[in-house]
């Protein structure tokens, strides 16, 4: 697979580390009422699909930035790659 | 029929003309006791053991393809009990004590051979690693021997004893393990299934659950509605997908594992062998192809193909174990889904929908589980409690902080 990095162009995607869904970066609020569940959710549970699928890859033997890939898991192909941060931050995240 | 060597003595005068199809492809009915979805093996060894151990009746498998169509067919056929943890050891004792007596249990050939499976030590920490596993194997009824180097040497004189890097130190050998034809396993236990009173209806494909007021109460399927007083899922590889119809979310990933088979060659390779410093297994088919594999690919996986780099690492594992396989030409390759779950240990547990029964997290273990998988799925869904065996293997585990995780590797599907 060729992932295309927003900042390097296509690379090869033994230089990236599969870390996951990129539901990770949503982690949840740790002092809610709620939160022993919605750890639990965020740490084990998965949506799995078989189909289009966000998730975190890290440029290891790169840059070392965090991207988020969309893929297609049938089919491997890669339909958008970004920044992780910049996709946080669209998600409300501070940092 | 029963088959013994007298029938192929007989068929053989009269031409093989008495053989008959050893199942019969029947219209679903519109309702059964219990509906086991999933006719590869595990499914189908629930059908049998529900069948002929727990004597229950109106029993249908339902697979969306052929049977034995997935991962009982896409495996590299090893049998074995050499795990550590109380969690996992004693159901896959258990299954190797079926294995044992698989084939006069079912009157089916399903060339069980223990030909011994040897994990290699590279260090003196390795070692230690494996004399306690070795220990956990002998306290739970299995068998373990640790091998110095010169008795390695005596059983595999061709492996590379004087690599730099990852010279070969001994191993952890269990003569009871080996391996199974894959396919038998498959057709044995739909054979005896069928000869039991199980409906085995393939090309069925469950598009979803009828569910009211938390009770399962029937699937909707390809050909039609069918009714059901217990659900039992087993279809590993695409649990989410099935159980996602349920409403349930699972602790899973699904992943792709590729395996390789070269040509045929003279027997070389005397059991089961495992690489103890990268991820490799090889051992050799009756034909004479040596099967091998390795890592899964490492990414959420549907594809049942995987990629290159895998393919460079799994071989490069085989040319630094035993240098010799690089003058074999590679015949086949391919990939199967894995179902990975949370710590790398499967499920056989009730589901929060009454009715419904899971079956599922194999990683890469499932195949040498078959028998004890679908003995303890039969236990839970005859008796709505868990076969002595699979105690542990619950749903809530993550929950309850009761993880089953041999590596130690953490809640990284794709690290165990």
Known sequence: ?95 | MRYSALRILLEGIRGHTGWKPVWRDPAPQPDYDYIIVGGGGHGLATAHYLAKIYKKARIAVLEKGWIGGGNVGRNTTIIRSNYLLDGNEPLYEFALKLWEGLEQDLNYNAMVSQRGILNLCHSDAQRDAFRRRGNAMILNGADAELLDQHQVREMAPFLDFENARFPIKGGLLQRRGGTVRHDAVAWGYARSAYSHGVDIIQNCEVTGFKIEKGLVKGVETSRGYIGAKKVGVAVAGSSSRVMAMAGLHLPIESHVLQAFVSEGLKPLIPGVITFGAGHFYISQSDKGGLVFGGDIDGYNSYAQRGNLPVVEDVLEGGMALMPMIGRARLLRMWGGLMDMSMDGSPFIDKTPIEGLYFNGGWCYGGFKATPASGYAFAHLLATDAPHETATELRLDRFRAGAMIDEKGAGAQPNLH
């Open chain 1, 1 to 95: 697979m060729i992932i295309n990095h927003p900042l390097l162009g296509p690379r090869d995607a033994q230089e990236f580390v599969y870390l996951g869904d990129a539901s990770l970066i949503d982690r949840p609020d740790a002092s809610g009422e709620t939160a022993l569940d919605d750890f639990h959710d965020y740490l084990y549970l998965r949506d799995n699909p078989a189909g289009s699928h966000k998730e975190l890859w890290f440029h290891e033997q790169g840059d070392r930035s965090w991207l988020v890939v969309t893929r297609d898991t049938r089919t491997h192909e890669i339909t958008h790659v970004e920044l992780a941060f910049e996709y946080a931050k669209r998600r409300g995240r501070d940092k």
